[in-house]
């Protein structure tokens, strides 16, 4: 087996003003603040994980709240806090007291992992009042300025972090409050005087948030598997949809979970619970508009070095994960021009496409303090103990060597910086590149459109006529994969290999398919890829899998391309500026040619290769054919055991590849066997 490596790889906030349909709580406006406020002070990032529960009765589910907490320690291991609360009683409280259970309504949790001054203040934390509370798992880059302006105000803010400038948001802005964030979050705020709740997620869900409602109240969590615990909760009413739809591209898409009771906050939407009622509505969503026929390289750099300047801040080293590809490059690049930064590679010989030679290269070019790590990895130990993390079924297999990388790195630095939402910004994909087809396609007259969508449709050799059929159908066409290979998601594959049951029930949910390529009617095509993979791919699949992965080991990641401010620049840019045929990312290519050594930037397009089909014919086979057919239980009601074995034998012999077909199986099992258990 050849060697390899495997790898992960200044603005102010508009002015404050108030939401017009928001009100503040009663008592709880502004008052005289310190001088003190008004100084730059440093900050108490809430990396973590969040909990509540909103009971219908008092203290009925609120002693569950300590085992959601206890199943997400490893979001936060350096410390924990909760409060019960009673919707119109104000409390001042610590936040690791409150009521009696029996006589609270609300509870909130979090865990902590210590980033900035590492005594820290406590969570939940409350206005100084008590009217509104707050638990929050994230960053706000821009709490200074929101600081400084909630500050001359007349809000007191008594604390240094950023943390507290949430519940002051909420007294001026109501709702509104997300969309004066730059940062990654999770947050849940209750308003007491109001018997209010307010979730929200960050633009691109880089932090997640799941949540249930029952006949008994309402609970969140950051983790399903952590949500699933609670008593009550209907592990067995499973969503066929949703089972469909992770067939079909390998991971769950929001707001879907796999259980039929629970949702994931979608990224860029709130939430929210008042007077037993739920409403769930966006504050923000991609707009890849393509309007712009130039690129301001200059504006570009400065806007990436800007993003990271503001994800450097903390108490603890901050890293770098290190590629050879241009999206950790230039992260790397960006943090040389501050001082020396970490960077981390990591390096096996049992994994395809050995990057490290040229990650070191770009090191010592960039004159970091370079960490590279070789590992003999035990991946059948690493995917059954991610099985449980994920909380429902995820069959990216990267995940493995995301895990590694974390893990490695988290063993030197808790925070470190990634290349994630490149490819998803600058057309890095190769699917990306077929704009042939769309201008071809773009010529036929509607009913040619339809009868060679119908031929495609009918084109069982992988996931290409799917594909091309749906871009037919909505004259908007590409023959790309779209979605995560896993895959059944060719009618001919459901065909052969769903139960007939399933198949009559949600087995023909569509995956995002057709609707979802049609969703921004009138774009340039190729544009609407970008934004569908934005708005989808990015945050279900590629954000889910690092957060949990790295999470997995108690290490925070921060992503400078999804700031919004960066996003919404490069999204105006024109797609003939992002991508010219097989040359993907020229901005990014173009930065790379004044920062990295000169053949950097044209190297290829790489991700995590592991050898997946070779070793379950090899190494891992045993194991695999254990993993499928010890249990059919955990999968036979959605799959015909003869199609299975059927895909086994074939891909045995050498005579197909059903290695990502027969892996959305074997995770489908490994997730079920997870079920249940408080702990990976």
């Given at each position: 087996m050849a060697n390899s490596s495997a790898w992960i790889s200044t603005w102010r906030s508009a002015p404050l003003t108030p939401c017009p349909n928001s009100t503040p709580s009663p008592g709880s406006g502004p008052r005289e603040p310190p001088a003190a406020s008004l100084a730059p002070q440093p900050r108490f990032p809430a990396v973590c994980g969040i909990a509540g529960i909103l009971c219908n009765t008092p203290g009925r589910l609120g002693g569950e709240l300590g085992r959601m907490t206890r199943a997400m320690r490893h979001r936060g291991p350096d410390g924990q806090g909760h409060v019960a609360l009673r919707p119109g009683r104000r409390r001042l409280a610590p936040a690791t007291a409150g009521l009696p259970d029996e006589e609270a309504e609300v509870f909130l949790g979090h865990r902590r992992l210590a980033i900035i001054d590492l005594q820290g203040t406590a969570q939940p934390l409350c206005n100084e009042n008590g009217a509104v509370w707050t638990v929050f798992n994230g960053e706000i880059y821009n709490y200074r300025e929101l600081r400084r302006e909630l500050a001359s105000q007349g809000h007191v803010l008594r604390e240094k972090g950023d943390t507290e400038v949430l519940v002051h948001l909420w007294e001026r802005l109501g709702e509104a409050l997300p969309a004066a964030l730059n940062g990654m979050f999770a947050l849940a705020v209750y308003d007491v005087d109001r018997d209010t709740l307010f979730l929200a997620r960050d633009r691109f869900g880089e932090k997640p948030l799941y949540y249930w409602e029952s006949r008994d109240g309402f609970a969140f969590a950051s983790e399903l598997a952590a949500l699933a615990l609670l008593e009550g909760f209907p592990r067995d009413a499973l969503d066929e949809a949703a089972a469909s739809r992770f067939f079909a591209t390998g991971y769950v898409p929001h707001p879907d979970t796999i259980y039929a009771a629970a949702r994931c906050l979608p990224p860029g939407h709130?939430?929210?619970?008042?007077?037993?009622?739920?409403?769930?509505?966006?504050?923000?969503?991609?707009?890849?508009?393509?309007?712009?026929?130039?690129?301001?390289?200059?504006?570009?750099?400065?806007?990436?070095?800007?993003?990271?300047?503001?994800?450097?801040?903390?108490?603890?080293?901050?890293?770098?994960?290190?590629?050879?590809?241009?999206?950790?490059?230039?992260?790397?690049?960006?943090?040389?021009?501050?001082?020396?930064?970490?960077?981390?590679?990591?390096?096996?010989?049992?994994?395809?496409?050995?990057?490290?030679?040229?990650?070191?290269?770009?090191?010592?070019?960039?004159?970091?303090?370079?960490?590279?790590?070789?590992?003999?990895?035990?991946?059948?130990?690493?995917?059954?103990?991610?099985?449980?993390?994920?909380?429902?079924?995820?069959?990216?297999?990267?995940?493995?060597?995301?895990?590694?990388?974390?893990?490695?790195?988290?063993?030197?630095?808790?925070?470190?910086?990634?290349?994630?939402?490149?490819?998803?910004?600058?057309?890095?994909?190769?699917r990306y590149g077929n704009a042939w087809a769309a201008s071809l396609c773009g010529l036929l007259p509607e009913p040619g459109r339809s009868l060679a969508a119908a031929l495609a449709g009918r084109f069982p050799g992988g996931d290409f006529g799917t594909h091309l059929a749906d871009f037919l159908r909505v004259a908007g066409p590409i023959p790309v994969r779209l979605e995560t290979p896993s895959t059944f998601y060719h009618p001919y594959w459901r065909e052969r290999c769903f139960t007939p049951a399933f198949l009559s029930g949600g087995g023909t949910a569509p995956g995002p398919g057709?609707?979802?390529?049609?969703?921004?009617?009138?774009?340039?095509?190729?544009?609407?890829?970008?934004?569908?993979?934005?708005?989808?791919?990015?945050?279900?699949?590629?954000?889910?899998?690092?957060?949990?992965?790295?999470?997995?080991?108690?290490?925070?990641?921060?992503?400078p391309f999804l700031d919004h401010r960066l996003v919404e620049m490069v999204n105006r840019m024109a797609f003939g500026r992002k991508r010219q045929g097989a040359v993907g990312k020229l901005p990014l290519r173009a930065l790379a040619a004044r920062r990295l050594p000169p053949d950097v930037a044209g190297l290829p397009k790489r991700g995590f290769t592991l050898p997946l089909a070779g070793w379950m014919r090899r190494e891992l086979r045993d194991w695999s054919h254990a993993a499928l057919f010890d249990a059919p239980e955990a999968w036979e009601a959605f799959l015909c055991p003869q199609a299975v074995s059927r895909l086994w034998e074939e891909h045995q012999s050498g005579w197909a590849d059903h290695a990502l077909r027969l892996w959305s199986v074997i995770a489908w099992g490994l997730w079920r066997r997870t079920v249940g258990q408080e702990a990976a």
């Open positions: 709130v939430l929210v619970r008042r007077g037993g009622r739920t409403v769930v509505k966006p504050y923000w969503r991609p707009d890849v508009r393509g309007d712009v026929d130039a690129c301001d390289l200059d504006a570009l750099e400065d806007a990436l070095d800007e993003a990271v300047r503001s994800r450097l801040e903390a108490d603890v080293p901050v890293g770098c994960f290190l590629s050879a590809g241009l999206d950790s490059s230039l992260i790397a690049a960006s943090m040389a021009k501050r001082g020396k930064p970490l960077t981390f590679t990591i390096a096996s010989g049992h994994w395809d496409g050995d990057e490290s030679p040229t990650a070191r290269r770009i090191a010592a070019h960039l004159g970091t303090e370079h960490h590279e790590f070789r590992v003999e990895p035990d991946f059948v130990a690493v995917a059954e103990k991610l099985a449980w993390h994920y909380g429902q079924p995820f069959a990216d297999y990267s995940a493995v060597p995301t895990y590694y990388v974390s893990r490695e790195t988290r063993r030197r630095v808790k925070v470190a910086l990634s290349g994630d939402g490149g490819d998803e910004l600058f057309a890095g994909y190769e057709p609707a979802r390529y049609a969703a921004a009617a009138g774009q340039d095509a190729r544009s609407r890829f970008l934004e569908t993979d934005q708005a989808l791919y990015l945050p279900a699949d590629i954000l889910t899998k690092v957060d949990i992965a790295s999470m997995s080991v108690s290490l925070e990641t921060r992503a």
